[in-house]
C-alpha cells in the first residue's frame, strides 16, 4: 500500500479524489487538509469514503513531515509554492501531483495528459495536471493536429462545478438559470496551454451554463487537404483505439451522457462542403476526466501502478 494526502480537499474535485482513492487497491489516504472543514469527519462529507479519517488543516511543513508516497495538491493558481518548497526540502521523493496551473508550462514537471504525453514520461516526481477545457481540445484535435490549415477554432461550454466552490456569478445557480454566460473570450489559460503542449495555435471561446457538471467542446477544423467524414472519422478510431477512456461515436455527443464518466466522447465529424473544414464535437466531465480521474492516471503511472487502476472502468462503458 502507498499513503497518499490530499491538500485542498473541500472543492467538488477534492471529493472525486476522495472516493476514487478509496476504492484503488493500492492506495491508503493517509491525511486530507481543508481549512474550512478541519475536524470534521470526511465520510460526512464524501460517502464513498468509509474511515474514521478527519479533516485537518496542516501547514505546509507539518504536511511535509506526514512521510507519504505522494501528495495531489488541489489548490487554487497561485497557492501550491509553499507545499512544494516544504516537500523538496523534506520529502524530495515524495510524488507532487498537481491541479493547478502552476506548472503546467514549467519544463522541469512532467505535464500529464497520458492518451497524449505517456510516452514522454521518465520517471518525475513532479507532475501538471491539465485543465479540463485544455483536455477537451486537445484531445478533439490531436488526430489531426498534422492536417490542420489554420488555427482550430474551439468553443466550450462548462458546467457550473468548473468556477469550484468560492462564490461567484460563474457558479451562481440564480444567474446561470435560462443563460449562457461567456467569458475569458481572448487568452484564456487553457488557450495557451493548448497552444504550448499540442505545439499548434488554437482560439478559444470559453462560456458557464446552468448544468453543474460536464464540458462540451466544439471544434472547427480547416484542413490541408480534402477529406471524407469517414475518413477523419477513422483517423480519430485509430488514433485512440488502445485508450479505455476514449470513446469515439457517430453523432455529436451530449454532455448530460458524459456526466459522472470517467472518459471522453468524440463524435459528429461533421464535413463542410469541398472536404477541408470539418467540425468535432468532445465531451468530458470536468470533475473527473478533466480532473481527479486524470490525476489518478499521473498519479499510478508515477508510482508504478498499472494507468487505469482505482478508475472504475465499467462507468464509462
Not at 493500492?26 to 460517502?47: I, M, P, T, Y
Not at 497524449?116 to 516526481?125: C, D, I, M, S
Not at 468553443?155 to 438559470?177: C, H, I, M, Q, W
Not at 470517467?262 to 470536468?286: C, Q, S, Y
Given at each position: 500500500?502507498?499513503?497518499?494526502?490530499?491538500?485542498?480537499?473541500?472543492?467538488?474535485?477534492?471529493?472525486?479524489?476522495?472516493?476514487?482513492?478509496?476504492?484503488?487497491?493500492?492506495?491508503?489516504?493517509?491525511?486530507?487538509?481543508?481549512?474550512?472543514?478541519?475536524?470534521?469527519?470526511?465520510?460526512?462529507?464524501?460517502?464513498?469514503?468509509?474511515?474514521?479519517?478527519?479533516?485537518?488543516?496542516?501547514?505546509?511543513?507539518?504536511?511535509?513531515?506526514?512521510?507519504?508516497?505522494?501528495?495531489?495538491?488541489?489548490?487554487?493558481?497561485?497557492?501550491?509554492?509553499?507545499?512544494?518548497?516544504?516537500?523538496?526540502?523534506?520529502?524530495?521523493?515524495?510524488?507532487?501531483?498537481?491541479?493547478?496551473?502552476?506548472?503546467?508550462?514549467?519544463?522541469?514537471?512532467?505535464?500529464?495528459?497520458?492518451?497524449?504525453?505517456?510516452?514522454?514520461?521518465?520517471?518525475?516526481?513532479?507532475?501538471?495536471?491539465?485543465?479540463?477545457?485544455?483536455?477537451?481540445?486537445?484531445?478533439?484535435?490531436?488526430?489531426?493536429?498534422?492536417?490542420?490549415?489554420?488555427?482550430?477554432?474551439?468553443?466550450?461550454?462548462?458546467?457550473?462545478?468548473?468556477?469550484?466552490?468560492?462564490?461567484?456569478?460563474?457558479?451562481?445557480?440564480?444567474?446561470?438559470?435560462?443563460?449562457?454566460?461567456?467569458?475569458?473570450?481572448?487568452?484564456?489559460?487553457?488557450?495557451?496551454?493548448?497552444?504550448?503542449?499540442?505545439?499548434?495555435?488554437?482560439?478559444?471561446?470559453?462560456?458557464?451554463?446552468?448544468?453543474?457538471?460536464?464540458?462540451?467542446?466544439?471544434?472547427?477544423?480547416?484542413?490541408?487537404?480534402?477529406?471524407?467524414?469517414?475518413?477523419?472519422?477513422?483517423?480519430?478510431?485509430?488514433?485512440?483505439?488502445?485508450?479505455?477512456?476514449?470513446?469515439?461515436?457517430?453523432?455529436?455527443?451530449?454532455?448530460?451522457?458524459?456526466?459522472?464518466?470517467?472518459?471522453?466522447?468524440?463524435?459528429?465529424?461533421?464535413?463542410?462542403?469541398?472536404?477541408?473544414?470539418?467540425?468535432?464535437?468532445?465531451?468530458?466531465?470536468?470533475?473527473?476526466?478533466?480532473?481527479?480521474?486524470?490525476?489518478?492516471?499521473?498519479?499510478?503511472?508515477?508510482?508504478?501502478?498499472?494507468e487505469f487502476a482505482g478508475v472504475p472502468l465499467e462507468a464509462h462503458a
Open positions: 500500500m502507498r499513503r497518499v494526502g490530499i491538500v485542498g480537499a473541500r472543492g467538488h474535485t477534492g471529493a472525486e479524489l476522495i472516493a476514487l482513492i478509496a476504492r484503488h487497491p493500492q492506495l491508503e489516504l493517509a491525511f486530507v487538509s481543508s481549512r474550512e472543514l478541519a475536524g470534521r469527519l470526511v465520510r460526512d462529507h464524501v460517502a464513498a469514503f468509509d474511515g474514521e479519517l478527519r479533516y485537518e488543516n496542516p501547514d505546509a511543513d507539518a504536511m511535509a513531515e506526514k512521510n507519504v508516497d505522494a501528495v495531489i495538491l488541489a489548490l487554487p493558481n497561485g497557492k501550491s509554492r509553499p507545499f512544494e518548497q516544504a516537500l523538496d526540502v523534506c520529502a524530495p521523493q515524495t510524488v507532487i501531483v498537481d491541479l493547478s496551473a502552476d506548472h503546467r508550462f514549467d519544463a522541469g514537471w512532467y505535464y500529464g495528459l497520458p492518451e497524449l504525453t505517456r510516452q514522454r514520461y521518465k520517471g518525475e516526481r513532479r507532475v501538471a495536471n491539465p485543465g479540463c477545457y485544455a483536455t477537451a481540445m486537445q484531445l478533439a484535435i490531436a488526430p489531426m493536429r498534422d492536417m490542420l490549415a489554420a488555427p482550430p477554432q474551439c468553443f466550450g461550454v462548462s458546467g457550473y462545478s468548473g468556477a469550484g466552490t468560492t462564490p461567484s456569478d460563474r457558479n451562481d445557480p440564480e444567474k446561470l438559470r435560462d443563460n449562457l454566460m461567456p467569458y475569458s473570450l481572448a487568452d484564456h489559460l487553457h488557450q495557451r496551454e493548448v497552444t504550448t503542449h499540442l505545439g499548434v495555435p488554437v482560439e478559444f471561446m470559453p462560456h458557464v451554463a446552468p448544468h453543474f457538471r460536464g464540458i462540451t467542446m466544439t471544434v472547427n477544423l480547416w484542413l490541408r487537404e480534402p477529406m471524407s467524414a469517414d475518413g477523419v472519422k477513422e483517423s480519430y478510431r485509430e488514433r485512440y483505439a488502445q485508450e479505455p477512456l476514449i470513446r469515439i461515436v457517430d453523432e455529436p455527443p451530449w454532455v448530460v451522457r458524459i456526466a459522472g464518466r470517467h472518459g471522453v466522447e468524440i463524435g459528429g465529424f461533421a464535413m463542410a462542403a469541398g472536404g477541408k473544414r470539418v467540425v468535432v464535437v468532445a465531451t468530458l466531465d470536468n470533475l473527473l476526466k478533466g480532473a481527479a480521474t486524470q490525476a489518478m492516471q499521473n498519479l499510478n503511472l508515477a508510482l508504478g501502478f498499472d
